[in-house]
C-alpha cells in the first residue's frame, strides 16, 4: 500500500517558469490538501478538495491552482513561480475532514 | 477562525527524562485536536488526536496528551524521553463555521534529546 505519493521530490525552477506538483492517494479518500512547509511557521493551507470535482481555497492560495477530476489525483499547480513560492511542500489525504490525515513525503522546491 | 499556540520553538531534554510540549488552541466549535511528529525529511505522522471522548488521549510511542478545556490547552507528554523521540512535533485544530475542515497547525517544536 503506497499511501500518498508525491512527486517530484525535488525541484529547481527559475522565476516565471510553471510546473504541476503531483499527488496520487491510493486508499479511496475522499479529502486532500495540499499545504507549504516554511520554518517556523508550521504548515499552511493551501487548496483543499472534498471530493472529486470540488475544490476550495485555503490559507494560502495566490499563486496556486489545483483541479480534482478522480478521486486518487490532486495536482498543484504553479502558473508562474516567484522566489516566495520556495518552500516544502506537502500533499495529504484523509477519509474526510475530522480524521486525521495522511501526508505525503513533500516536494522540496526552490524558485532562483 | 481557529489558532494554534505552541510555547517554545526548541525544547531540550535529557534522555530518560520528562518531555513536555506546549500547544493552547482557540476555536470556535468543540475542537478536533491533532498531534503529529515530523522526523527529518520525512512528512508527517499522526501520534495522537482527541475527538470529544476521553480528555487523556495515548498515542503511538509511549506519547499521550490531556485535552483541557477550561485552560484552552492540549499539551503533549512522554514520561521518559528516548533519543528516537528527536523531532518536530507539531499541534494542529481542525476548524469549523467558515473553517470547517481545515487544519490550522501550531508553528512547531524541535525536540533535541541529549544523551
Known amino acids: 500500500n503506497a499511501g500518498v505519493t508525491q512527486t517530484p521530490k525535488f525541484q529547481v525552477l527559475k522565476t516565471g517558469q510553471s510546473m504541476t506538483l503531483q499527488c496520487a492517494q491510493d486508499m479511496n479518500h475522499e479529502y486532500m490538501s495540499w499545504y507549504r512547509q516554511d520554518p517556523g511557521m508550521g504548515l499552511r493551507l493551501i487548496h483543499y478538495s472534498v471530493g472529486a470535482g470540488i475544490t476550495d481555497q485555503g490559507e494560502v492560495p495566490n499563486g496556486y491552482n489545483v483541479s480534482r477530476s478522480t478521486t486518487e489525483d490532486f495536482p498543484l499547480r504553479l502558473l508562474s513561480a516567484a522566489p516566495s513560492q520556495t518552500s516544502v511542500y506537502f500533499c495529504?489525504?484523509?477519509?474526510?475532514?475530522?480524521?486525521?490525515?495522511?501526508f505525503g513525503d513533500g516536494t522540496r522546491l526552490s524558485i532562483l | 477562525a481557529q489558532s494554534v499556540t505552541q510555547l517554545g520553538s526548541h525544547v531540550s531534554v535529557s534522555e530518560g527524562a520528562l518531555v513536555l510540549l506546549r500547544c493552547n488552541y482557540s476555536s470556535s466549535v468543540p475542537p478536533y485536536l491533532f498531534w503529529y511528529v515530523q522526523y527529518p525529511n520525512q512528512g508527517l505522522q499522526l501520534l495522537l488526536k482527541?475527538?470529544?471522548?476521553?480528555?487523556l488521549v495515548k498515542g503511538i510511542n509511549g506519547f499521550e496528551a490531556e485535552f483541557k478545556k477550561s485552560e484552552t490547552s492540549f499539551h503533549l507528554t512522554k514520561p521518559s524521553a528516548h533519543m528516537s523521540d528527536a523531532a518536530e512535533y507539531f499541534c494542529?485544530?481542525?476548524?469549523?463555521?467558515?473553517?470547517?475542515?481545515?487544519?490550522?497547525f501550531g508553528q512547531g517544536t524541535i525536540l533535541t534529546v541529549h544523551p
Open positions: 495529504a489525504s484523509s477519509w474526510d475532514s475530522n480524521q486525521p490525515q495522511h
Open positions: 482527541y475527538t470529544s471522548a476521553a480528555t
Open positions: 494542529a485544530v481542525r476548524g469549523g463555521g467558515t473553517s470547517y475542515g481545515k487544519l490550522t
